[in-house]
């Protein structure tokens, strides 16, 4: 009997996107961060999906390139304590973080330094999207 297969292990999931996100954070290429792991690009690829886990020691590799603590490949994760006062962003938000457009998007936002105008770009956003 075979056991069913379910995809990637949610918290590699997460750990993989926040790899990512910091990658592209960097403007650095999946190869890049293969060549200073000494690996493929494919690994790396893998890696970012969650298919294939991060061990301890890679983590702690990945850490020194990517120039964050370990804890920062966590901040978020699906099972992480709700409780110590912290408060956790919406899984969606560090999804979208973790994509090319979600992390210029925000980097562009952020340049805007007129609170007014910020606001202004936000409204129109949501009255393209249909939000009320």
């Known amino acids: 009997m075979q056991a069913k297969k379910t995809g990637p ?5 997460h750990v993989g996107s926040r790899v990512r996100m910091r990658r592209t954070m960097l403007g650095l290429t999946q190869e ?5 792991l000494g690996l493929t690009f494919q ?13 301890a020691s890679r983590l702690h590799q990945l850490a020194g ?3 964050v603590p370990i804890p920062f490949f966590y ?26 457009d979600g992390l210029t998007l925000t ?6 330094e007129d609170a007014k105008l ?5 409204r129109l956003v949501e009255s393209i999207a249909g939000d009320d």
């Not at 890049?32 to 200073?36: G, H, N, R, W």
């Not at 980097?107 to 805007?112: C, G, S």
């Not at 910020?118 to 936000?122: L, T």
């Open 65 to 67: 390139i990517l120039q």
């Open 32 to 36: 890049k961060i293969a060549d200073a």
């Open 107 to 112: 980097k562009a936002f952020m340049q805007i």
């Open 118 to 122: 910020r606001r202004c770009v936000v």
């Open 75 to 100: 901040e978020g994760a699906p099972s992480q304590s709700r409780s110590g006062g912290k408060v956790e962003p919406p899984n969606y938000v560090n999804e979208f973080l973790a994509t090319r």
């Open 43 to 55: 690994q790396v690829q893998k890696y970012e999906k969650g298919s294939n886990r991060i061990s």
């Open 9 to 13: 292990n949610p918290i590699d999931k």
